[in-house]
């Protein structure tokens, strides 16, 4: 069974930045940085396949960005610039052939 762990998370101010890793049991196709504010629906954040490439949704694009080591089967999300509306928990999320695998999440607060 894969597992998704997430780290980095925590308290920042705006304008600031913090950088988050998501590591897996094991190898994976494409993986993606999803996040979840309180009482709003879980959105898409970024993506990057195995290959290196990436997308983002237009509300981080240009602040936020995502990267993976394959040896080590982890993903990153760098964060600058950061703003309240980023508040949320984040979740790293993993395609491996036809299943999907989520992470337990980290709390990301940006807060004065």
């Known amino acids: 069974q894969v597992q998704l762990v997430e780290s980095g998370g925590g308290l920042v101010q705006p304008g600031g930045s913090l950088r988050l890793s998501c590591a897996a049991t094991g190898s994976m196709g494409t993986m993606g940085w999803y996040r979840q504010a309180p009482e709003k629906q879980r959105e898409w954040v970024a993506q990057?396949?195995?290959?290196?490439?990436?997308i983002y949704a237009d509300s981080v694009k240009g602040r936020f960005t995502i990267s993976r080591d394959n040896a080590k089967n982890t993903v990153y999300l760098q964060m600058n610039s950061l703003k309240f509306e980023d508040t949320a928990v984040y979740y790293c999320?993993?395609?491996?052939?036809?299943?999907?695998?989520w992470g337990q999440g980290t709390q990301v607060t940006v807060s004065s």
């Open positions: 990057i396949t195995s290959g290196g490439s990436a």
């Open positions: 999320k993993g395609w491996r052939q036809l299943s999907v695998y």
